[in-house]
């Protein structure tokens, strides 16, 4: 009886010493391991409803970067691309503008400016967002059009956009109700044909007939995305001060733009209005009218105002890339090796040898990285290995490497 009364008990559960893994001693008293986890829980979910009616973040316009320093920011990772860079510096920083002025009473209200890039494959797009990501004071997420669907088909939701949105905003409805959705590949949603479909287009335009209400309304959003179910819990989000940035490749979209610069082209004056045409850059043309004839509803169009376009990738912007950026792509390979102890170096050669090789492939940005990677394969294998402080590539090696690896079956037609 006198050992049971000595022996040490939780103050919370009341166990002994002998039935926990162990006590943490107090003043008074003492804590198991169980009790002390389970308060560690209570307290984190405590936290977490508090910051979520704590409501949005407050914004300070002093504090928050202007559009050329956005533009700055941008330059480090992306090269070139500089109208696309301010049009997305100008429409991020009215963006914080507008969620200034929603609690001041003006009796002028501010439009969002809803944007869409348009660019061949590997010119950049997701990249730009990517990076303006890092800079930014308030919740932003990226997601892809592609897995969209309507409503009651296999796929996803329009409304799993907004899920992720929330996730990001650890579930604070106000925080995430002033995010940047950047909704990538927005061209897969295009509707098969110009003219309205009298059939199902679950994929593309009966997606676009949903997203209508996502750019400008209120709607209720499955906490754990996935399908909707009548017994779900659904949180309700407005979207009015949500900015979507749409990006996609739009690929044959040339030809439209072609089509329609064509047709205003009469009499004397035509082979002067054409000489001024650039036909290796056919995108800096585009307007409105183009993505409808490519697929777009004119409600979608309407809904993003702002329209701009990324420049093709020449020799020179492709050399730059590989190079030049904080992230380029010899500078991973450079730290990777680094990491082993090893210093990598490149004669200066191998690089003009690798853009030479991604603009007879047409692989653009994207395709640099594969090239190289075929070139270091070899080397990241058997170097880590070896006692080696340092390696050299050369061009002899570069070369012999892509021919081994028979990089030729990579072109396209």
Do not use: W
């Not at 009616?53 to 559009?67: D, M, Q, S």
């Not at 000489?275 to 993003?304: H, W």
């Not at 990324?310 to 090796?337: C, G």
């Amino acid at each position: 009886m006198a050992d049971s009364k000595t022996k040490k008990r939780c103050s919370f559960c009341g166990r002994s010493e002998n039935e926990v893994g162990f006590l943490i001693t107090g003043m008074n008293g003492y804590i198991c391991d169980s009790c002390a986890t389970q308060a560690y829980e209570i307290t984190q979910e405590a936290l977490g409803e508090g910051r979520k009616r704590a409501g949005a973040t407050k914004l300070n316009l002093k504090e928050l970067p202007k559009p050329v320093e956005i533009k700055k920011f941008l330059d480090q990772y992306v090269i070139g691309q500089d109208d696309a860079k301010r049009f997305l510096s100008v429409s991020v920083y009215n963006h914080y503008k507008r969620l200034l002025q929603k609690d001041s009473g003006d009796d002028v209200e501010i439009e969002k400016s809803n944007i869409i890039m348009v660019g061949s494959t590997g010119t950049g797009k997701t990249l730009l967002a990517r990076t303006i990501a890092k800079l930014l004071h308030v919740p932003f997420t990226i997601v892809d059009a592609t897995v969209l669907t309507e409503a009651g088909y296999v796929g996803e939701d329009i409304e799993s956009i907004l899920t992720r949105l929330l996730q990001v905003a650890d579930y604070n409805v106000p925080e995430a109700e002033q995010g940047i959705v950047f909704i990538d590949e927005i061209d897969k949603i295009a509707r098969k044909g110009d003219n309205p479909s009298i059939t199902r287009d679950v994929s593309g335009e009966g997606v676009q007939q949903g997203l209508l209400k996502l750019l400008e309304g209120s709607v209720n959003v499955p906490p754990q995305g996935g399908r909707k179910h009548p017994d779900q819990k659904m949180i309700p989000v407005n979207t009015k001060n949500i900015l979507f940035i749409c990006g996609g490749a739009f690929d044959g979209i040339e030809k439209k733009i072609a089509q329609r610069l064509n047709t205003h082209v009469v009499g004397y004056t035509a082979s002067q209005k054409t000489a001024t045409v650039d036909k290796n850059n056919m995108m800096q043309y585009i307007a409105p009218q183009d993505l409808k004839s490519f697929g777009l509803i004119p409600e979608i169009i309407g809904r993003l105002p702002v329209l701009t376009y990324l420049n093709p990738l020449d020799r020179n912007a492709l050399r730059a890339i590989l190079t030049e950026p904080k992230n380029s792509i010899i500078k991973q390979y450079i730290k990777l090796f680094e990491m082993d102890g090893i210093k990598l170096t490149f004669e200066d050669s191998v690089f003009e040898y690798i853009v030479d090789k991604a603009v007879e492939y047409k692989l653009g940005a994207r395709g640099l990285r594969s090239i190289v990677e075929t070139i270091m394969m070899d080397v990241m294998f058997e170097i880590p290995s070896e006692s080696k402080k340092e390696y050299k590539v050369t061009l002899d090696y570069a070369k012999q490497q892509l021919e081994k690896a028979n990089m030729a079956r990579l072109q396209t037609a």
